[in-house]
């Protein structure tokens, strides 16, 4: 069955894409971030009256999708007829099933979805002593660095209510009494957490600071016994990660419609 949710079953789609916490990232953020994101979310239940599926609409024009197992794809693709849409942004292993079915005018390759399956060993020089825990008077620095390396990112607002929260943390590294490399972890539950907002300041690209930063706080997330994901569209990152021992399984793609 196909219908569309209300508000005050949210908390049972949180849960729902809570399952899969690499591939839900953004429409977690979207539902979480204490703003009306979503115009219209809608479900399909299964004969056990369990989700299986949801299509989101977001008030400026894309839409998300993530399913579980087999969905109705005749009847999202009906849905999404009858919605006005610029674009479908969504991990291709279930989206790429929308493709030929007349929605779409073109469809490009995004970021890249991995977990980590073993952590690396990367470093060629020790400096984890130099890692210090992110502090919420240490934001405007990070977002400053954020500003220089990223064309969009989380405000200082929705950093500042991670940390207060416990729903993330942050390490960071300081060269010459400044932030020069940051880590942070977000959406932290028992059993995983997302690495998020990895970034070094220009001035101190290409010393390892980054990736120490990451290994760092993968250690101590791992300590714990979270699996670990993170979302990356910068190819450079993308060898690190791997030398971390992040592996990719899926990727997000954006249907552009006509």
């Not at 908390?11 to 953004?26: A, C, H, K, S, T």
């Not at 024009?61 to 849409?85: H, P, S, T, W």
């Not at 993968?218 to 979302?231: F, I, N, P, R, S």
Request: proline share 2%; glycine share 10%.
């Amino acid at each position: 069955m196909i219908r569309e949710i209300l508000e005050e079953e949210y908390g049972e789609v949180l849960e729902f894409i809570n399952q899969d916490p690499g591939r839900n990232y953004f429409i977690r953020l979207g539902l979480e971030n204490g703003k009306k994101v979503y115009e219209k979310l809608i479900g399909e239940w299964d004969h056990e009256q369990r989700l299986k599926a949801v299509l989101f609409r977001r008030k400026l024009g894309n839409l998300q999708f993530y399913a579980k197992g087999d969905f109705d794809i005749e009847g999202f693709v009906g849905c999404m007829r009858e919605l006005e849409f610029k674009a479908l942004i969504g991990p291709a292993s279930y989206c790429d099933q929308f493709l030929g079915k007349g929605l779409f005018a073109s469809a490009h390759e995004g970021a890249i979805i991995a977990k980590l399956a073993a952590l690396g060993q990367t470093m060629e020089y020790p400096i984890s002593e130099e890692i210090e825990i992110l502090k919420i008077q240490d934001l405007d620095e990070v977002a400053t660095i954020y500003e220089k390396v990223f064309t969009g990112f989380s405000s200082k607002a929705v950093m500042e209510e991670r940390l207060n929260s416990g729903r993330g943390r942050g390490l960071c590294i300081r060269r010459n009494g400044k932030i020069a490399a940051v880590a942070q972890s977000e959406f932290e539950m028992e059993t995983s957490a997302l690495i998020v907002g990895v970034a070094t300041d220009p001035e101190y690209q290409g010393k390892g600071l980054g990736t120490a930063c990451v290994k760092a706080l993968c250690d101590q997330l791992l300590k714990e016994g979270k699996d670990l994901y993170l979302q990356y569209d910068n190819m450079d990152a993308g060898r690190i990660y791997e030398r971390l021992g992040f592996r990719a399984f899926d990727q997000v793609k954006h249907y552009v419609g006509f």
